[in-house]
């Protein structure tokens, strides 16, 4: 298995945003991670990821614990997430953004280079290469995290709704690009609430409401779970 979580919880002050999730995901599979509004989809990412502590529970990657792990320790690992606002170097260039990043992520000079220009033509950047980051659109810079995301081929990529507020076009890059990423057999975990997208990304998704994971497993059958549906709907019987 590639990841296990295992009884996440956390509270901030007296709201449980996470109450006991659990859930799995074998290597190569795109998840969905779903649910309404507040339910805790992001708080779950922000404890894979390292940015937020975990108040109890555990996540094993390929059997080891790393709930305990910074967001860099993590990235060397090969867990890495994209954010819900996303976050580029806005004065510095499209293409220097990747090569910043692919250094970081402990590539050489020439070696980012060169997979900065793959990944530009990639994610159909090359009309704004040389353009400060902060000038792209919103679209434009959920790209180019995307490109730098995978500098270095994450082993499992925590994405907070990449699809949110972006130009159909774009999106179709994007989802094309996430298609290709799991031919090459990486893992994504894919937080968002377009559901057509849902449906034609991930084989299998797991939905949250109020903390809770209330369904889980085939992604149709959660979709069409009578639970689910009512989350949705905000609990109003139709
Ligand atoms: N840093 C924080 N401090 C206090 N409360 C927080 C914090 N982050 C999230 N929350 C609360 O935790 C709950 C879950 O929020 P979270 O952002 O994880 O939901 P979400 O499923 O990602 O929602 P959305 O679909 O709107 O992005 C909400 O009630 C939210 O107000
Ligand atoms: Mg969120």
Do not use: W
């Not at 060397?76 to 806005?90: D, S």
Request: aromatic share 6%; proline share 3%; glycine share 8%.
């Amino acid at each position: 298995m590639l990841l296990n979580v295992n009884l996440l919880s956390k509270k901030f002050g007296g709201n449980q945003a996470v109450d006991q999730v659990s859930f799995s995901m074998e290597e190569g599979t795109i998840m969905g991670l779903i649910g309404p509004n507040g339910s805790g989809k992001t708080t779950v990412l922000n404890m894979l990821s390292g940015i937020l502590t975990l108040d109890s529970g555990s996540v094993l990657l390929n059997d080891r614990e790393i709930s305990h792990l910074k967001p860099s320790a993590l990235a060397r690992l090969g867990v890495m997430r994209m954010f819900q606002m996303t976050r580029v170097f806005a004065r510095v260039s499209a293409f220097d953004n990747l090569i910043i990043a692919g250094q970081a992520l402990g590539l050489s000079f020439q070696k980012s280079v060169t997979k900065a220009d793959q990944l530009i033509v990639e994610l159909s950047l090359e009309p704004v290469k040389f353009l400060d980051a902060g000038q792209l659109s919103g679209g434009q810079k959920k790209l180019l995290e995307f490109g730098m995301c995978f500098m270095k081929s994450p082993k499992l990529a925590l994405l907070d709704e990449p699809f949110a507020a972006v130009h159909p076009q774009m999106r179709e890059t994007m989802a094309n690009f996430i298609k290709a990423r799991h031919q090459e057999g990486h893992s994504f975990l894919l937080v968002s609430h377009d559901m057509p997208i849902v449906q034609a990304l991930c084989q299998t998704c797991v939905c949250m409401n109020t903390g809770k994971v209330i369904a889980s497993g085939l992604t149709k059958q959660v979709l069409s779970n009578p639970q689910v549906v009512e989350a949705y709907l905000g609990g109003e019987h139709v």
